[in-house]
């Protein structure tokens, strides 16, 4: 029962969200996941959260850590070490830099944004799609953002969701089973909204 | 045929008498209004600055985005007031308030005009923060090596805190940066990738000196010190760095993963009777963070 509310809220709040968007955007379904998992963690002005976007995703020192640090990444996650298993054998630490770049914010800091945007790759494993697509994909979706900045109505109608999200209590459930139903609900929206 | 007037009522003969009073009822409205607005510009000046000192509080508390949520509001009802009645102090507070939020030129702009409405330690204020956009507008065309002199300048001479702690992180920045570009032979490139570590090292160090509480620096620290394969000190650096706070979500997440990279580098280096005391010591902060395991932050859900 709390399942199929949860998932008539999703449906409703990705409604909401999605009229302010272009048809087919791939900025919705992470902007959505993201302001309910902020509302969550509560945090308190999503929008101040979002325009500090750019500022998140241009670590300097990301791009500067030393090859140990990169070496150890890689090497610490089972999925990273399968996928990019022939670069550590010959340790090609330039290809290894270039895809941490984009996978440590994505697996490391566990940006939710990001994760969400890529949730996609994530789920399948797909860790060099994320690398080869991270700029082009994340330009396209911070541009689409941008351009949501002159539709005021946006943030208030995230942070009603949010706060709706809150007072129905499916903030008390444990993240990680949040997290896994948000991203089950909101894509399956998304399929059927693509089915139709 | 009379025009109807600007408000779109018809026109009305009146007595000089009465139109003379009116001049005088006009001029102690426009008097009131003026009394009304200066109490309203400083009602909303007040309270800009307890706005503003909530946006601190919060920031402190490293709570970043409501902080940068509370300085946008600050940043609106400042604007406003200066709108109504500009001021020296109202330009100031803007200009702190933009500095906050990394708006560099507008903050340069602001205290430009604070210190020609009277704010006199606004002025080396701007300065500072034309150097650094300077700095910065040469670093982005590729001018290293100008834009790490204006810096170089900044972190040493600078009176404007938040301009010398952006100021020499871009130099650390800027030196691991050569550091990861570097392409030389092996043996040459050692010695030339020990230079320019030094050098780093004792650019955060002076900072780490001046300001010995700033969490920011012992997390630069925390990096240069891992560059140099020296964990022990790195661990401890970045362990400060997070006890005195840090100032983004992002930079607080990478200093925790600094941490565990540091914990695991010395578990495979140390040996036995060290590892036992090393071991009590890391656990009594991980304890003390709330982490679920010795290598997972409170923060990690994957």
Redesign the interface.
């Known amino acids: 029962m709390a399942g199929k509310k949860l998932e008539t809220f999703l449906k409703q709040a990705a409604g909401v969200v999605q009229d302010f968007f272009p048809a087919g955007s791939p900025v919705f379904i992470p902007l959505l996941y993201s302001a309910l998992v902020w509302a969550v963690k509560r945090k308190g002005d999503l929008e101040a959260e979002v325009s500090g976007l750019k500022l998140w995703l241009e670590p300097e020192i990301v791009n500067n850590k030393p090859d140990e640090f990169i070496l150890d990444f890689f090497k610490g996650d089972p999925a990273l070490t399968g996928t990019f298993s022939l670069e550590l054998k010959n340790r090609e630490i330039k290809s290894l830099r270039q895809a941490f770049r984009a996978l440590y914010p994505v697996k490391g800091l566990e940006e939710p944004f990001l994760q969400s945007l890529f949730s996609e790759e994530i789920a399948k494993g797909d860790y060099r799609l994320i690398a080869a697509q991270f700029d082009s994909r994340l330009r396209l979706a911070l541009d689409e953002i941008k351009a949501t900045e002159k539709q005021l109505e946006l943030w208030p109608a995230l942070k009603d969701i949010g706060e709706n999200f809150l007072s129905l209590g499916w903030a008390l459930m444990a993240e990680p089973e949040l997290r896994a139903r948000l991203k089950a609900n909101l894509e399956k929206n998304e399929q059927t909204e693509e089915e139709e | 045929m009379k025009k109807p007037d600007s408000s779109g009522c018809k026109n009305k003969l009146r007595p000089s008498s009465l139109t003379g009073g009116g001049s005088g009822l006009k001029l102690l409205a426009v008097f009131f209004a003026l009394i009304f607005l200066t109490g309203c510009a400083s009602s909303s000046l007040l309270k800009a600055k307890t706005d503003y000192l909530q946006a601190e509080r919060?920031q402190r508390s490293l709570?970043?985005?409501?902080a940068?949520?509370a300085y946008?509001r600050t940043r609106q009802e400042i604007s406003a007031v200066i709108s109504r009645k500009p001021s020296g102090e109202a330009y100031l507070l803007k200009g702190l308030t933009e500095v906050n939020l990394?708006l560099w030129e507008e903050a340069e702009n602001s205290f430009r005009l604070a210190a020609s409405l009277g704010e006199d330690k606004a002025q080396a204020w701007a300065e500072e923060l034309r150097l650094f956009g300077l700095a910065r507008s040469f670093e982005a065309q590729g001018w290293t090596e100008t834009s790490t002199r204006l810096y170089g300048i900044l972190a040493e001479k600078g009176k404007y805190q938040p301009v010398v702690r952006a100021s020499v992180g871009r130099l650390v920045?800027l030196r691991?940066?050569a550091?990861?570009d570097f392409s030389e032979p092996l043996e040459a490139a050692q010695k030339e990738k020990n230079k320019i570590l030094a050098e780093a090292l004792k650019m955060v160090e002076r900072a780490v000196e001046q300001e010995p509480a700033c969490g920011y620096y012992h997390y630069l620290l925390a990096?240069v010190l891992?560059?140099q394969?020296d964990y022990n000190q790195s661990l401890e650096e970045a362990v400060m760095a997070k006890e005195l706070g840090l100032p983004?979500?992002?930079?607080w997440?990478?200093n925790d993963?600094?941490i565990i990279?540091c914990y695991?580098?010395l578990e495979k280096s140390l040996q036995p009777a060290e590892l036992t005391a090393f071991r009590a010591r890391y656990n009594s902060w991980v304890k003390k963070w709330k982490w679920p395991t010795e290598t997972t932050p409170d923060?990690?859900?994957?």
């Open positions: 919060l709570r970043q985005e409501e940068t949520a946008k990394n920045d691991l940066k550091l990861v990096q891992a560059h394969k983004s979500e992002e930079i997440r990478d993963l600094q990279f695991e580098q923060w990690k859900r994957s």
